[in-house]
């Protein structure tokens, strides 16, 4: 049934992704179509968002749509609203038959889609504004290849400073005294308030902590915007993949234009994601609580390979500058190398599962509750997804490129099962990836409810307001028809305290029990990117000299 619903995840996003990991595995060797770099790259200038500016250089994860009213335009997430469209037909469909057979009333799949599509006409984001910063310094990089393309990306996208401004002004800034800044979604504070006490007794400056909201809209959020503007989840949260995504693009864009972008918000920008993604690893925030600190991607190998690759990018670009790297980029590069040696690479190793004739493999949870005929059965449906970012995560830490060439050599203190590791886990991959492609599937974004654990009305709010964004009074039994969030910061004590209460007549959920099941999760998928990522991973090990 999960497979016969399965939405392709046809977004900007993915898109950026596809073409990145099919770039770098171009520079390895593999022989890339042209026409399909240049028809990717020109469908992206139709993400951007036309209600801005033409180099606003803002962009949003699905297409947008005019309002023929308004003229305003909005986002139409063209994979629920196609089904929707052809609904008549469905409904007299065999799969319709077959849901009745299992008591599943159709119209109610459809009046899903239908509230989601509502949901999620969302505004620009940090991500996919990221994404198109560091996809653009990458074309650049190989304009002798692409020359019309990069001649393309840059028409799109004219105003760096612009685009930069933008995100260093969508940002969340704790200890500032503007609630535009300073309020957060609870389900964030939550899981990131350790960190910011930890900001202050490490001795740093409380002005210097500022990372990339979400989504680039002010708050509070007003429903007068709605329906052509809306915010998944009413206020902005901090997503650790969309933070160090956020890192990249601003990496990629320094390298690409040079230091002089590196404004004083910038330095405070990086220094902070770099904090939080190491204190994330360290700790192991992100992998205990993924259901929150990863808010839009469920997989901890997603994320750890957006880490990765970062470190991947500025190893190298430090060798090609002879260790001449500005010096905040250097400082990110230690940080987040450090953590991916340790807590990143170990995460790894202890996830990684024998197949019986010699191979390794990954997996996560796509397709491992399923129950046949009351047996519990593993389908594994997103194992060479896994595989292949555990892959790229193991390779992009422990290799360092050879000068100007695109070979790769293991780092003198690479650990043995590292090797054997990545040496299993291509194994594995050539050996069957093209015999199991119900196994090529992931849950590469999710709309960040996740069940009980993930309701935001169920943690401490300090603050709250109404539809029309006017402060309002709430008790904790009774939220209700109020919209809260926590603003500045709350005393360590006192927010323990609020941690023992009940929200919304729910205990705070302080543990989670690791798993998504019985949950049910919409989720996007797509096999394309599970075949580009298992590409880049075979192309980089191809590469490494023993």
């Given at each position: 049934?999960?497979?016969?619903?399965?939405?392709?995840?046809?977004?900007?996003?993915?898109?950026?992704?596809?073409?990145?990991?099919?770039?770098?595995?171009?520079?390895?060797?593999?022989?890339?179509?042209?026409?399909?770099?240049?028809?990717?790259?020109?469908?992206?200038?139709?993400?951007?968002?036309?209600?801005?500016?033409?180099?606003?250089?803002?962009?949003?994860?699905?297409?947008?749509?005019?309002?023929?009213?308004?003229?305003?335009?909005?986002?139409?997430?063209?994979?629920?609203?196609?089904?929707?469209?052809?609904?008549?037909?469905?409904?007299?469909?065999?799969?319709?038959?077959?849901?009745?057979?299992?008591?599943?009333?159709?119209?109610?799949?459809?009046?899903?889609?239908?509230?989601?599509?509502?949901?999620?006409?969302?505004?620009?984001?940090?991500?996919?504004?990221?994404?198109?910063?560091?996809?653009?310094?990458?074309?650049?990089?190989?304009?002798?290849?692409?020359?019309?393309?990069?001649?393309?990306?840059?028409?799109?996208?004219?105003?760096?400073?612009?685009?930069?401004?933008?995100?260093?002004?969508?940002?969340?800034?704790?200890?500032?005294?503007?609630?535009?800044?300073?309020?957060?979604?609870?389900?964030?504070?939550?899981?990131?308030?350790?960190?910011?006490?930890?900001?202050?007794?490490?001795?740093?400056?409380?002005?210097?902590?500022?990372?990339?909201?979400?989504?680039?809209?002010?708050?509070?959020?007003?429903?007068?915007?709605?329906?052509?503007?809306?915010?998944?989840?009413?206020?902005?949260?901090?997503?650790?993949?969309?933070?160090?995504?956020?890192?990249?693009?601003?990496?990629?864009?320094?390298?690409?234009?040079?230091?002089?972008?590196?404004?004083?918000?910038?330095?405070?920008?990086?220094?902070?994601?770099?904090?939080?993604?190491?204190?994330?690893?360290?700790?192991?925030?992100?992998?205990?609580?993924?259901?929150?600190?990863?808010?839009?991607?469920?997989?901890?190998?997603?994320?750890?390979?957006?880490?990765?690759?970062?470190?991947?990018?500025?190893?190298?670009?430090?060798?090609?500058?002879?260790?001449?790297?500005?010096?905040?980029?250097?400082?990110?590069?230690?940080?987040?190398?450090?953590?991916?040696?340790?807590g990143g690479t170990n995460q790894m190793l202890k996830r990684m599962k024998s197949d019986g004739n010699g191979g390794v493999y990954w997996e996560d949870?796509?397709?491992?509750?399923?129950?046949?005929?009351?047996?519990?059965?593993?389908?594994?449906?997103?194992?060479?997804?896994?595989?292949?970012?555990?892959?790229?995560?193991?390779?992009?830490?422990?290799?360092?490129?050879?000068?100007?060439?695109?070979?790769?050599?293991?780092?003198?203190?690479?650990?043995?099962?590292?090797?054997?590791?990545?040496?299993?886990?291509?194994?594995?991959?050539?050996?069957?990836?093209?015999?199991?492609?119900?196994?090529?599937?992931?849950?590469?974004?999710?709309?960040?409810?996740?069940?009980?654990?993930?309701?935001?009305?169920?943690?401490?709010?300090?603050?709250?307001?109404?539809?029309?964004?006017?402060?309002?009074?709430?008790?904790?039994?009774?939220?209700?028809?109020?919209?809260?969030?926590?603003?500045?910061?709350?005393?360590?004590?006192?927010?323990?305290?609020?941690?023992?209460?009940?929200?919304?007549?729910?205990?705070?959920?302080?543990?989670?029990?690791?798993?998504?099941?019985?949950?049910?999760?919409?989720?996007?998928?797509?096999?394309?990117?599970?075949?580009?990522?298992?590409?880049?991973?075979?192309?980089?090990?191809?590469?490494?000299?023993?």
């Open positions: 049934m999960r497979r016969v619903f399965a939405l392709p995840d046809t977004n900007m996003f993915v898109t950026v992704f596809i073409l990145y990991s099919l770039i770098e595995a171009e520079k390895n060797g593999v022989n890339l179509n042209k026409e399909i770099v240049d028809m990717g790259a020109e469908a992206m200038s139709e993400y951007r968002d036309k209600n801005l500016d033409r180099d606003s250089g803002l962009y949003c994860f699905w297409q947008q749509t005019r309002n023929e009213t308004s003229n305003h335009y909005f986002s139409y997430p063209s994979n629920l609203n196609g089904p929707l469209d052809d609904f008549p037909n469905l409904s007299k469909s065999p799969i319709s038959i077959l849901l009745k057979a299992f008591k599943i009333d159709f119209s109610k799949v459809a009046t899903l889609f239908h509230q989601l599509s509502l949901f999620l006409r969302v505004s620009p984001d940090s991500d996919d504004t990221s994404v198109i910063l560091a996809l653009n310094a990458q074309i650049d990089n190989s304009a002798f290849k692409y020359p019309e393309t990069n001649f393309k990306m840059k028409a799109s996208n004219p105003n760096i400073n612009k685009t930069i401004e933008s995100l260093t002004y969508y940002t969340y800034r704790p200890f500032s005294e503007d609630k535009k800044r300073n309020a957060v979604n609870p389900r964030t504070y939550f899981v990131i308030h350790q960190f910011i006490e930890d900001w202050v007794s490490n001795g740093r400056n409380q002005e210097d902590l500022v990372l990339p909201f979400t989504w680039m809209m002010d708050f509070p959020f007003r429903s007068d915007q709605y329906p052509f503007t809306n915010l998944v989840i009413s206020s902005n949260d901090i997503d650790f993949c969309v933070a160090i995504n956020t890192f990249y693009g601003l990496a990629s864009s320094i390298i690409q234009h040079g230091n002089s972008i590196i404004s004083l918000e910038v330095k405070r920008m990086l220094s902070s994601i770099a904090y939080l993604i190491e204190w994330g690893i360290n700790s192991e925030l992100v992998y205990d609580r993924k259901d929150l600190a990863l808010v839009y991607y469920p997989s901890i190998y997603t994320f750890s390979w957006f880490v990765s690759r970062v470190v991947d990018f500025l190893e190298t670009e430090n060798q090609k500058s002879q260790n001449q790297m500005p010096s905040i980029l250097n400082d990110s590069l230690v940080l987040l190398r450090d953590a991916m040696m340790n949870f796509l397709g491992n509750a399923d129950t046949l005929q009351g047996v519990k059965k593993e389908y594994g449906e997103d194992r060479f997804y896994s595989s292949a970012l555990a892959l790229n995560v193991l390779i992009d830490t422990w290799t360092i490129t050879c000068g100007d060439t695109v070979n790769r050599r293991w780092r003198d203190n690479t650990p043995h099962p590292v090797k054997a590791a990545v040496n299993n886990g291509i194994s594995f991959i050539v050996d069957n990836i093209l015999e199991n492609p119900t196994q090529t599937f992931n849950a590469f974004f999710d709309m960040s409810f996740r069940g009980p654990s993930t309701y935001p009305t169920s943690y401490p709010i300090n603050y709250c307001y109404d539809n029309n964004g006017i402060e309002c009074k709430f008790t904790p039994s009774n939220p209700e028809g109020v919209m809260g969030v926590v603003s500045g910061i709350i005393p360590h004590t006192k927010y323990q305290e609020m941690l023992k209460m009940k929200w919304a007549n729910n205990t705070v959920p302080t543990t989670w029990s690791g798993s998504f099941n019985p949950v049910v999760i919409p989720y996007f998928s797509s096999q394309p990117l599970t075949y580009s990522v298992s590409i880049l991973a075979l192309s980089k090990s191809l590469n490494i000299q023993t």
